[in-house]
Structure formats: C-alpha cells, structure tokens
C-alpha cells in the first residue's frame, strides 16, 4: 500500500437494518435502490455496497434475480466499484448469501470476519406502530440470533468467490478479534494485501463507538498487517457515523456513509436519500485538505479486477 491521501468514499445504500417504518426515504425496490447508488456515485462515493430488498415489503432477499433487476442499471450508469454483500441478512444460509455474488462475480464483496451475537432488536423499541408485520418479528429476533461465520464459512467465502471469481473483499471487522481472524488468513495465504479492512463501530454486540476504540483498532491493525498493508476505512453506525468517520480519516482512513449505516443526514434530521450523506463527508473532507478517490483511484489502492470483469 502506498500511503496516497485519497479517501475512498463506500456508499453502503439499503443494508438490512433498517425496515420501512423507520424512514420513508429508505430504498426498496430495485428501481429506487439503482436511483440511489447512482446519485451516490455521481456525489462521490467511489464503491456502491449493495444490499436487496423485497419490493412489495422492503424484507430483506438474497435472490439473485432481484440484484439483477437494478445491478446492470448501476454498472451501466456509473463506473463506481460494486460490492455486493455475502452477509445478507438474519436468518439467511450461507448459500442463500453466496448466491447473488457467485452469480455477478463482483469486483468486491463483503466479508463478515466471524461469528457473533447481532443484535438489533433495541431498535424497535422506538416504534408503536408498523408499516408490515415482519418488520417488529424481524428486529426482536435479534434478540436470540447469532450471525453465523465460522472459519470453514469464510474458507469457502475466500475459495468459491475470492480465488473462483476473482472477487476481492471488504472485510467487516466489528470487534478486535476479528482483524486477528482476518490475520489468521492472511499468514494462510488465502488473503493477500492489499487487504480492506472496515472496521465497524457501534453495532450491539460489536466494538463500541468510541475515539478509544477507533485508535485501538487502527494500532492492533498496524501490528497485524504493516500499514503499508492494507487500505483501513472506518463505518460508525448510527448517530456516531459522521464524527467518527472524520476522525478516521485525519487518521489516515477512508469511510463509509449510507442509509444502511445511518437514516439521518444531522441530529433529528432524516436523510432524503444516501447522495447527501456522500455530499456532506466529501464536504468535511474537503475542508481537511483531502482528496476524494475516483473510483479507478480506488481500484488501483485495492487491487481490484475491473468493472469489464464482472457477470453484469
């Protein structure tokens, strides 16, 4: 890695957080999921990290004829990178999560780095009334639920689509023993830098969102990797997604935006759509004296195939 001050800004758009009480202006249907990861690029987000969404009730789908109803609208219109996810969403088999990228080939996909307790389910404490009936179900059974990614599953994440389709990976770090995961399979060899390390703050039963933490995992990463190894980008979740995010960058970090992280644009202000999120990190930004990353800025620091290399 070379120490380049190019920020890359990820737009994660739709996630499965999120249902479609807690803002009107979440995207759901393929067309408003490709409307907003194209705006998103145009405002400056070099990778698009995309989620699907059931269109008649904004659940959650890993069905890969789903993404392929606004993924080829996306690649046409925009030269962003595009990261699908192979962390879906609660409840879905790792076939179920692998389906949509063994198919597309991306150039990037997600990469939970382990196993562990995700819980949501404080969040529908803020909500009497519901636009559908699964979305209260779905937040409470966080309660009882643990996101499964055993060694064997990133194994097989890191054979079939990393090594069989040439995919590479951002991988979602949430706690500290996650990068020493992560590191396991670097010394393996079957991660090679230079490796994208999204340290995840703020998610129950992950890392707190503290400036402590965003320094402890930046030095634990540095130990691990060398800096020169990997490219660290931070995502805080929630209310604490701007500060954080800002303070990782000074510190040498790209970040991540997006209505899967946070619905709000300022403190009670409800984001009309994931462009301003990108506009108002690439004004802070800016204001720092740092660059933003085009996004064949962002495949020359990741090492990335190409948007011509991928089944859209």
Known sequence: MTSSRKVIITCAVTGSIHTPTMSPHLPITPEQIAENAIAAARAGAAILHLHARNPRDGRPTPDPDV???????????????????????????????????????PEMASLNMGSMNFGIYPLAERYSTWQYDWEPVYLEGSRDFIFKNTFLDIERILKELGEGCGTRFEFECYD????????????????????????????????????ENLQHMRVIADKLFGRENYAWSILGAGRHQMNLITSGATM??????????????????LAQNNAEQVKKIRGILEALSLEIATPAEARTILSLKGADKVAM
Do not use: C, W
Request: no cysteine; aromatic share 8%; hydrophobic share 45%.
């Open 67 to 105: 993404f392929m109803q606004f993924l080829p609208a996306i690649h046409a219109a925009t030269d962003a990178v595009i990261n699908i996810t192979t962390g879906g969403s609660l409840g879905m088999t790792l076939e179920e999560r692998l389906a949509a990228p063994l198919r597309v080939k």
């Open 176 to 211: 500290v023993g996650h990068l020493y995961t992560l590191a396991h399979f670097l010394d393996r060899g079957l991660v090679k830098p230079p490796v994208f390390v999204q340290t995840i703050f703020g998610i129950l039963g992950g890392i707190g969102a503290d400036p």
């Open 252 to 269: 040498g970090g790209h970040v991540r935006v997006g209505l899967e992280d946070n619905l709000y644009l300022g403190r009670g202000e």
